[in-house]
């Protein structure tokens, strides 16, 4: 009725004008969900990861006394991706702490980081990964004395920096 009102009693050029105001409204009013909060200090081999998607999900763990949460940062224009995958004691209250590369055991804060571009194909490990958990999907991750070895080559490759900010919860699977 309003609008039937509008296009009877104003110019073309005005409904279009108001048209456009109410557009840029519409579209500026977006959630702020969908854009990438996560910041990228990592380079490795020379390949500077910045990523524009950040998620993570809770997998089923192997034993009743283990959780274990998988996290994906990727560059969907680069076709890179960053898994950080950790597994902790069940009883733990969240994910901050200090995880080993392994071997260990259920009850042990473990991860396994692996880095994809294309044709190339990573594997990070070092003393450790510390995971700061600042609550509402927040991560801080610091990589303690990394290396990086290259999957193809079989060989050592430089690596540096560390990755923080919000991801998404995509699943939470018991």
């Known amino acids: 009725m309003f609008c039937i ?3 009877k009693n104003l110019s073309m050029k005005k409904v279009t004008l108001l048209l456009l105001v109410l557009l840029c409204c519409i579209t500026s009013c977006s959630d702020d969900d969908d854009k990438i909060n996560v910041s990228s200090s990592i380079v490795i081999d020379g390949i500077s990861f910045r990523p524009d998607k950040a ?3 809770y997998e089923e763990a192997s034993f009743n006394s283990q959780k274990k949460v998988r996290f994906v940062a990727s560059n969907d224009r680069n076709d890179e991706f960053l898994y950080i995958d950790i597994s902790f004691p069940s009883t733990q209250e969240n994910l901050s702490g200090e995880y080993s590369y392994g071997p260990g ?8 980081v692996e880095f994809y571009a294309p044709e190339k194909r990573y594997y990070i ?18 990589f ?10 079989n060989v050592e490759v430089p690596f540096k920096g560390g990755l923080e900010g919000k991801f998404v919860l995509e699943q939470k699977v018991k």
């Open 5 to 7: 009102y509008l296009i």
């Open 125 to 142: 490990a070092g003393y450790s990964l510390k995971i700061t958990d600042n609550g509402n999907s927040n991560f801080k991750f610091e």
């Open 144 to 153: 303690v004395s990394p290396s990086a070895f290259d999957g193809i080559k």
């Open 105 to 112: 055991t259920a009850d042990e804060q473990l991860v396994q």
């Open 55 to 57: 998620v993570y999900s």
